[in-house]
């Protein structure tokens, strides 16, 4: 298990040194320990999509990014689902991360459970665009009214504004978020 989060440390530790900051500058920016950012960066523990989440805020990245492996361009892709890197949290969402690399293009299929509603706002670079596949999903933009999204609904915004998805049926629901990385403009 620890093997496939070996390089979402070493690929926050490469964030981390591009800007310059120290372990304890990031822990306080984060709210997360030195000595957890320092088992994660060496390999040595399993992070929750929570402090993940934290750490992508922090440094403006989208979560696929942490998961992609170095490989050369290629012009067709072909990405099996054992291939896919799935990232959960208990009760309340999964990730499932459709491509291997950072590209323009970041497509994550989304599971929230029902009553799911403890997701922090996160931002990062670029525009996002949703597509709602069962149930219902709230996109929330921080100091405005959510938006309901239910099957069929789909949805556009602002990466780089705070932004989070909950789900408060009882019913699980499903979506396809896509990042798009290029450009800010809808």
């Known amino acids: 298990m620890l093997e496939k989060y070996r390089h979402v440390g070493k690929r926050i530790q490469r964030e981390r040194l591009n ?8 822990a306080e920016a984060t709210g997360l320990s030195t000595s957890f950012l320092s088992l994660l960066e060496n390999g040595k523990v399993v992070p929750s ?3 993940l989440d934290k750490l ?4 403006s990245i989208h979560m696929a990014t942490l998961f992609e492996e170095e490989d050369n361009e290629q012009e067709v892709l072909f990405f099996p689902r054992e291939k896919q890197i799935e990232v959960s949290m208990k009760g309340e969402r999964e990730l499932r991360f459709l491509l291997p690399k950072r590209k323009a293009l970041e497509p994550v299929l989304i599971t929230l459970y029902p009553q799911s509603t403890n997701q922090e706002f996160t931002v990062h670079k670029g525009i996002e665009f949703g597509y709602v596949l069962e149930g219902t999903i709230e996109v929330h933009l921080k ?3 959510p938006i309901i999204c239910k099957k069929g609904d789909s949805v556009l915004y ?4 705070p932004h989070r998805l909950l789900n408060p049926t009882q019913e699980v629901a499903r979506g396809i978020w896509i990042g798009l990385r290029e450009n800010n403009s809808l």
């Open 19 to 26: 800007y310059g900051l120290s372990l304890s500058e990031v």
């Open 56 to 59: 992508c805020t922090f440094f």
């Open 49 to 51: 999509l929570k402090a």
């Open 158 to 161: 602002r990466a780089d504004l």
């Open 143 to 145: 100091g405005r009214d």
